[in-house]
């Protein structure tokens, strides 16, 4: 039998996958253009660790408690429109912070009454934000065949990265030449973009047959598939453990103001050199997929991502700091794809919402836990001791995951493809 030849860009022969693409990039950047823009305000304000903690937990206390009810409505509602909702959402946040950090519109309050509002936007933007995730696992599974999901999770992981590069190095940059209030404003306007662009993707069929379906009966059916399926649970209590120890880009504002002295255009490389990695690897797996001995892969590369938090956390030296942020962002490309496509091969249509919920909650919500368990292991122990701590962690997890879910280690996707190539 003729060997079949790898397509790097069967997914974007699609036209609406483009647009898709073109609004993930939007939202991410706009997203993580904020995140940054706002560690450096609230750390500019308070010049204690803990408070980028505070950030990280404002978010998270809503995504996580919201999650799965969020699972739940997406699985029940048409996803185009619900994304638009959600876009709607982040603008209005931005909208607000772009207030917030205008001298001109908050005239004489008080610091700490600055920060309330920022960590108060920052809640609402977790509620959003748990809704999002969601809607666009959702709406991407019904933009492109099945047998095409790998390739078009690299594209969609490859435009996620490409965001969060360009995201933190343009905040970096933007805090330097135009100011926080200025950048805020530029973050609004990309949400707009989005929006927009996402109004030329037509409505979607509801997959769901089972739609008025009671609430806590449609949670219970949401988790006992992902706590049932071992490969799923396996994969993301690895990658939420992982990201939640190995949070050590929270603390980057300590590092580039106090540590390494490199102020905010150091502090935008530092911000961007994980993701530069992790889009390289991306685009690379276009052309060399990481389908084969995948389990074995996603466990290396995770161990791999552990030892640079390490490397990074002793360095003292601002290119040696930065390489190891880069190669961080390789071995978490690499995982990011296999997972993305472990969930979208293994989750039924009619329960993505939910699935993807849950997903948000374990891997999701773990950047924010990071950043909180990031900020107060920062306090308690000292800023380098705490990233140390968090990436021997990151070891020990992959090691006990590995040991304990052997199903995990041998886990080969090509058998899923060809089961979905012969239903199409």
């Known amino acids: 039998m003729e060997k079949k030849k790898n397509d790097p860009y069967a997914a974007l022969r699609f036209r609406e996958f483009n647009i898709f693409l073109l609004v993930r990039f939007a939202m991410v950047f ?35 408690s919201l999650a799965l009810f969020a699972g739940h409505v997406v699985d029940q509602k048409e996803k185009k429109g619900l994304l638009l909702k959600c876009i709607l959402g982040f603008s209005v946040i931005s909208f607000g912070l772009f207030l917030i950090t205008w001298p001109e519109v908050i005239g004489d309050w008080s610091q700490n009454t600055v920060l309330y509002t920022i960590y108060a936007l920052v809640f609402l933007g977790g509620v959003v934000r748990s809704f999002i995730g969601p809607t666009i696992f959702s709406l991407f599974s019904l933009l492109v065949p099945k047998k095409i999901y790998p390739n078009a999770a690299t594209w969609s992981s490859s435009v996620w990265q490409m965001g969060a590069v360009v995201g933190p190095a343009i905040a970096g940059f933007a805090i330097n030449w135009i100011g926080v209030h200025w950048s805020m404003c530029f973050v609004f306007a990309c949400s707009l973009v989005a929006y927009i662009s996402l109004t030329q993707i037509p409505k979607k069929p509801i997959l769901n047959t089972k739609i008025g379906e009671p609430v806590f009966k449609s949670l219970k059916e949401g988790l006992n598939f992902v706590f049932s399926t071992k490969i799923i649970l396996g994969a993301l209590t690895l990658d939420m453990f ?183």
């Open 30 to 64: 706009a997203w993580s253009m904020q995140f940054v823009v706002i560690e450096w305000q609230v750390y500019s304000i308070t010049k204690d660790p803990f408070s980028l903690g505070i950030i990280g937990l404002m978010e998270v206390i809503p995504a996580v």
């Open 242 to 424: 992982a990201v939640l120890f190995g949070g050590a880009v929270a603390l980057l504002p300590v590092f580039a103001q106090d540590i390494l002295k490199v102020g905010p255009e150091g502090f935008g490389v530092l911000r961007a050199a994980p993701a530069v990695g992790a889009l390289i690897i991306m685009f690379t797996s276009a052309y060399f997929p990481l389908n084969k001995n995948a389990g074995y892969k996603l466990l290396g590369a995770i161990f791999a991502f552990g030892c640079c938090i390490i490397l990074f956390g002793v360095s003292t030296w601002f290119w040696v700091s930065v390489i190891a942020l880069f190669l961080s962002g390789i071995t978490d490309g690499i995982s990011m794809i296999i997972r993305q496509t472990i969930l979208q091969l293994r989750t039924p249509d009619e329960m993505r919402g939910r699935v993807a919920s849950v997903n948000s909650m374990f891997v999701g919500s773990s950047n924010e836990l990071g950043a909180f368990e990031s900020g107060l292991t920062a306090k308690l122990m000292g800023t380098v001791t705490a990233v140390i701590f968090g990436g021997s962690m990151t070891l020990i997890t992959v090691v006990s995951t590995g040991a304990l879910l052997p199903s995990l280690r041998k886990l080969d996707l090509r058998k899923d493809l060809e089961e979905h190539e012969l239903k199409e």
